[in-house]
C-alpha cells in the first residue's frame, strides 16, 4: 500500500460543485512524503502498461512544447534541473526528452497531467499521462471533450457542464485555479481503471477504511488557448482523515 498521513487541505469541508478557487501563491505541485513509492509505482505502469496510462489524439506540438517549459519551469523545492536534466528528490535523474513529453513528465513529477485543448465549443483531451485514474479509462476518454470524459458521473449535470466549459476558457495564464474532490474507497491501489459501462459501486457510510482525493490544478499555458489539468492524488486511511474517524457520514463528494 502506498498510503499519505496528511493532507494540504480539509476534506471534510463541504463545497458546491465544481468547487474552484484561486491557488494564489501556492505551489503548482506538491511533494509530500508519498513521492518516492508513488514515483517507482508510475515507472512500473509507464513501463509495463504504457498504451493504457500514456494516450494522445493529435496534440498541437506548439502546446506540447509550452507544456514542457510551464512544467519544468514551476518544478518546486527539491527538483534540480542542469541543462537536459533533472534530479528528483529520490535521486533519480531524468533526461528531457521533448519527442515523449508525457513519458518524461510522467517520471518527473507525482502528478498525472492531462492536455486539453480548444476543439470548437469544447476543450477536448488531447494528451495525458494518467497513471492513478480514480475509476476510469483514458483509452475510453482521449479525444472527447470535456462532456464525454465525467460521463457516466452523475452529479455531472449540464448546468454543471456549462459552468466548468466557462472555468476553462476563463482559465488565465500565470493565474491557475484548484479544486478537489473527496471519495471513499475500499482498495487503496493508485491504479483503479474501470469502463464506462462499470460505474463504480457505491459504498456504505462510515464503513470503508480509504479516502482518496485528488488536488486538481488548472492553468492556462501562454498564448494558447489550451488547459493543463494536473491531479496530485492523495489516499490515506480513515484514522489520518481529521474529522473522519468517527463520522458515520463521507466528506462531501465531488465529481471525480
Known sequence: MILQRALPYDVMTPRPLPGITPLG???WFLVDEAYAPQMAERLHLMASRRD???ATAEPDPANLSKMMDAVLDHLPKGFARKGDQVTCPDGR???IGTSDPFGTLGQIVQNDICLMEKRGDEHVLTGAVLCFPASWR???KIGHPLTHIHIPVKTYTDNIA???QRLFDGVRPGMPIWRFNALWYDDPSLYQPRAESEPRPLTEAG???YLRTERQVLWRLPDS???LFTIHTFVLTRNDVPGA???AQPPARSAE
Open 25 to 27: 501563491d501556492d505551489p
Open 52 to 54: 493504457d496510462v500514456i
Open 93 to 95: 535523474a531524468v533526461n
Open 138 to 140: 483514458l483509452r475510453e
Open 162 to 164: 456549462r459552468r466548468v
Open 207 to 209: 464503513k470503508t477504511p
Open 225 to 227: 488557448d489550451a488547459v
Open 245 to 247: 474517524a468517527d463520522d
